[in-house]
């Protein structure tokens, strides 16, 4: 039997030597796919309005917290110091999450080159930077993943120094910096915990590596990353264990559900996530960990990759047995994980030269293609009226639009400033919205049973006797006026505002004046007093409705 092999015992590939490829080459070529990348981004920025989530939390973002409903809080405060240093407009709360990107690709290239060469690590950089998932939206977008891939990414490359070199210096240094980049990534969000656990996995599994847990080492680490977490859980204590529950009942499961049912649901699954990551780059990440695991990996390298990617990969693709499709971005920290594999795999193949240019540059064009055209119908519409029927139900990149035009509609209906009156969304989705449209001088409750951060924004009883200007996107097939007579006097239809893309009309926007507000909606509280309520929706699997006061109708 041979040994197992790692960085200990095996020297790195040389980059000189049959890769063809030094490292100062090398790093220019990195340099040329980040520039290419930025760019890229920083178009659609300035394009493309911000999406549902990312208006959200901009909105959420303006009152700082140690944590949030939905997620940890680091992606928030990048959010509000951007905003704070440049304003809400889209392009200057993206930046933050772009320049990480650049960061993020450059330690993905340090990463591999380190484990199998400098030719692997251009190859994976420049896989990740044509991938949906991680180049479009956690690479520009207002969303916690950013943050979450950037720390991931670091902490294996610290971890890579700390456990893989032989004469590495100072490893206990590096493993202090691991904890430290596991403790940005948990408190970006809670994907970091299965990283954590990999990297246990790997320390437990791998007989060269077991000698650590006798010492303090891996144990710092830990230590050092639920350290900087810390401010979540103590949020979390103090608000009900809301983050908690709110995660942890994502995923819906009932014996009830027939096999048919969760089989249609791993498939939906694993589907979304090759669409996301992009089915010519999620292949090689499937063959590639699949290829590791087949041969039971000897080399640490490929046995410490494979442990931090599993978790993730695994955990959100099996859950879809429960009966609901998982969302398809959940498993990407695994996939992340994988793309040095697919480097060192491309390097690998150097000699077959014609097929790798082919794939690589077919990814490219195909990636470059595909976001021009989502940005191109993001900012105009254009599928629409070129075929119909392919947005007949639902058009998903109305949800881009920036409600522009809200506040001088509201001011051509002489609503919005009225005397002891407050503004209100109908969903958490349509409170952001507004409230970033009507910007941060204007505080926007969320009346739903499903308020998500909003909750914690405004207390209601403030606002008992008041008046509120009811905002909705239209059509409403639920009926303003029927949903929220019970907690007011009485309802009345204002008038309608118009919303405009690229110069064609898109959807009304409904305005509802609510006289005198008289009863609570249902509101987060302490667990004691939380229904979780599971609801199957399109690639989502369900969220929270809190209901503390059954005697009133939940919106």
């Excluded at 490829?21 to 990195?30: D, F, M, S, T, W």
Aim: hydrophobic share 50%; net charge positive.
């Amino acid at each position: 039997m041979s040994p197992k092999r790692s960085l200990k015992t095996e020297s790195f590939p040389s980059p000189q030597a049959g890769w063809g490829l030094g490292g100062g080459e090398a790093k220019r070529y990195v340099l040329a796919i980040i520039a290419a990348g930025t760019l890229l981004r920083l178009v659609s920025a300035a394009t493309v309005g911000l999406g549902v989530d990312e208006t959200y939390m901009v909105v959420a973002s303006r009152q700082m917290s140690a944590g949030y409903f939905d997620h940890p809080p680091v992606a928030f405060w990048i959010a509000r110091a951007a905003a704070a240093i440049g304003g809400e407009h889209r392009v200057i709360v993206r930046l933050p999450f772009i320049a990480l990107f650049i960061g993020t690709t450059w330690l993905m290239y340090r990463l591999t080159a380190r484990l199998y060469g400098e030719r692997a690590g251009v190859w994976a950089a420049l896989a990740l930077n044509t991938s949906a998932v991680f180049a479009v939206s956690a690479g520009g977008w207002v969303l916690p993943d950013g943050p979450l891939d950037f720390g991931l990414v670091a902490a294996a490359y610290c971890l890579v120094r700390a456990t893989l070199e032989e004469h590495g210096r100072y490893p206990i240094a590096w493993w202090i910096a691991a904890g430290a980049c596991t403790g940005l990534a948990l408190l970006s969000k809670y994907h970091a915990a299965l990283f954590m656990l990999g990297v246990m996995a790997f320390l437990v599994i791998q007989p060269a590596q077991r000698h650590w847990l006798r010492r303090p080492e891996p144990y710092l680490f830990a230590s050092i990353a639920l350290l900087i977490f810390l401010p979540d859980v103590l949020w979390n204590a103090r608000h009900g264990w809301a983050s908690f529950a709110f995660q942890l009942g994502r995923s819906g499961v009932s014996s009830a559900i027939p096999l048919a049912t969760r089989l249609r649901a791993l498939g939906q699954t694993i589907a979304g996530q090759a669409t996301w990551v992009l089915p010519w780059i999620w292949v090689p990440l499937a063959v590639a960990l699949g290829r590791t695991i087949a041969k039971r990996p000897r080399d640490d390298r490929d046995w410490l990759l494979l442990c931090l990617a599993a978790g993730p990969i695994i955990i959100f693709t099996v859950v879809a047995l429960g009966g609901l499709p998982a969302l398809p971005h959940w498993a990407a920290p695994g996939y992340l994980m994988a793309f040095p594999l697919v480097g060192a795999a491309a390097a690998a193949a150097a000699e077959d030269a014609r097929a790798l240019r082919r794939w690589l540059a077919g990814s490219a064009v195909a990636f470059v293609g595909l976001v021009a055209v989502l940005m191109s119908a993001a900012a105009t519409g254009w599928p629409a009226r070129l075929v119909p029927a392919l947005v007949r139900r639902h058009d998903p990149t109305v949800e881009l639009l920036d409600w522009s035009e809200l506040p001088r509609g509201l001011d051509s209906l002489h609503v919005l400033h009225r005397p002891n009156t407050f503004v209100a969304g109908t969903s958490w989705i349509q409170a952001s919205k507004v409230a970033y449209a009507l910007g941060p001088g204007v505080h926007v409750l969320c009346l739903t049973a499903d308020p998500r951060h909003f909750g914690f924004l405004e207390d209601e009883r403030r606002y008992i006797g008041r008046d509120a200007l009811i905002i909705t996107r239209l059509p409403d097939s639920r009926g303003v006026v029927t949903r929220y007579g019970p907690y007011f006097d009485r309802v009345e239809d204002v008038g309608r505002i118009p919303i405009y893309r690229f110069g064609h009309h898109e959807f009304d926007v409904g305005v509802y004046l609510a006289h005198d507000f008289r009863a609570l909606t249902p509101q987060p509280a302490l667990p004691s007093a939380v229904r979780v309520a599971v609801a199957p929706r399109a690639f989502d699997a369900g969220y929270l409705l809190f209901d503390t006061n059954p005697g009133n109708p939940t919106p």
